[in-house]
Structure formats: C-alpha cells, structure tokens
Nanobody, 115 residues
Framework: QVQFMESGGGLVQPGGSLRLSCAAS????????MGWYRQALGKQRELVAL???????NYAGSVKGRFTISRDNAKNTVYLQMNSLKPEDTAVYYC?????????WGQGTQVTVSS
C-alpha cells in the first residue's frame, strides 16, 4: 500500500515562497503521473499541478508561472516550488496520483498566505 506524506507548508507573507515535498512510501515510479492538489476552506479539492513520469508538466491557470512541480523518482519524492504566493493560495495541499486514488490521500500540509 502506497502512502504519501506531505510537508513544507507554513505561514508566509504575500509574495513569499514555499517548497512542498511529498514522500511516497512505495515506488513512485509506478505512477505514470503525479499531481499536487489543494483544498481551500469551504471549497472543493482542485488539481493545481501535474507531472508525468517523463517530466512533462501542466498547471492550473491560477498558478501557472508561479508554481513549479518536479519529481525525483530515485528518492520517491515529488516537489512543488511555490513563488509569488497570494492570499488565495491559502489551502491544504495534497499529493496523489493522476487520477487520484482515494485510499492514497494523506494528511496534507497547510499553506497560509497572510500579512
């Protein structure tokens, strides 16, 4: 059973940066594509970035140009570099496969952007 553990969240001022990490207990390479999702309070969870096994990336329009997803298959880890953060980026961030597997949701990591 694969488990994902997210880390790296915190409180940051608008315009600041954070780097999230997602460590997989299983073999990350077994997943063709991985994604970072987020869920803001009172809203549905949304996909913000994905990366294929070959490193092809895609982003939601709201984060394009500010967020960068990457993966290290040898370390079984996926990263999300977030720059120029805005208050509307405040959410709990999760990683999961693409498409998401219900049993693989972790606890997520809270990102709060506020002055």
């Amino acid at each position: 059973q694969v488990q994902f553990m997210e880390s790296g969240g915190g409180l940051v001022q608008p315009g600041g940066s954070l780097r999230l990490s997602c460590a997989a207990s299983g073999n990350l390479f077994s997943f063709a594509s991985m994604g970072w999702y987020r869920q803001a309070l009172g809203k549905q969870r949304e996909l913000v970035a994905l990366i294929t096994r070959d490193g092809i990336t895609n982003y939601a329009g709201s984060v394009k140009g500010r967020f960068t997803i990457s993966r290290d298959n040898a370390k079984n880890t996926v990263y999300l570099q977030m720059n120029s953060l805005k208050p509307e980026d405040t959410a709990v961030y999760y990683c999961n496969a693409i498409p998401a597997v219900r049993d693989y949701w972790g606890q997520g990591t809270q990102v709060t952007v506020s002055s």
